[in-house]
């Protein structure tokens, strides 16, 4: 089990690192208006196809992770996960993924055909790096602790 449980860690790991790199590669290079011509669209088609696969890696990964550290499903409805430390953070870890979500979901599926919506699109990569910090802080205190 413990073999498994670090596999499904590493996965999880290399799913959040790969959102938020391509992420902060969206960012910083297709943001700007010197890219050659069709980058941009070629970069967005290929950063939502990863994003969408690394997000849905992180969702099962994570619920495995939970379920591995004696969790189950009926634990998020009746309570127990959200006692404590622990599950103060977690609470605000999922807050935050579903927020990401649900800002991707919206980003990805608006057509952007305007210079506004262009820049609307970017200031929500922006909010998206933001959260994906926040949730990188809070895995860290779900395996360390919170430091309050």
Request: proline share 3%; charged share 10%; with cysteine.
């Amino acid at each position: 089990m413990l073999a498994i449980y670090c596999l499904s860690v590493f996965i999880h790991l290399l799913s959040a690192a790969a959102w938020f790199g391509g992420l902060m590669l969206l960012v910083v290079t297709g943001e700007t208006n010197a890219a050659p011509p069709g980058f941009r669209a070629t970069l967005l088609r290929t950063h939502r196809f990863w994003s969408w696969m690394s997000l849905v890696l992180l969702m099962a990964t994570g619920t495995f992770n939970l379920s591995a550290r004696g969790f189950s499903l009926a634990d998020l409805w009746n309570g127990l996960v959200w006692q404590g430390p622990f599950g103060e953070v977690l609470a605000v870890k999922l807050g935050a993924v579903i927020l990401v979500l649900g800002l991707s979901a919206a980003r990805d599926l608006v057509r952007i055909d305007s210079d506004l919506t262009e820049r609307l699109a970017g200031v929500v990569n922006v909010v998206l790096l933001l959260l994906g910090l926040a949730i990188f802080a809070c895995a860290v205190m779900l395996i360390r602790g919170r430091p309050w």
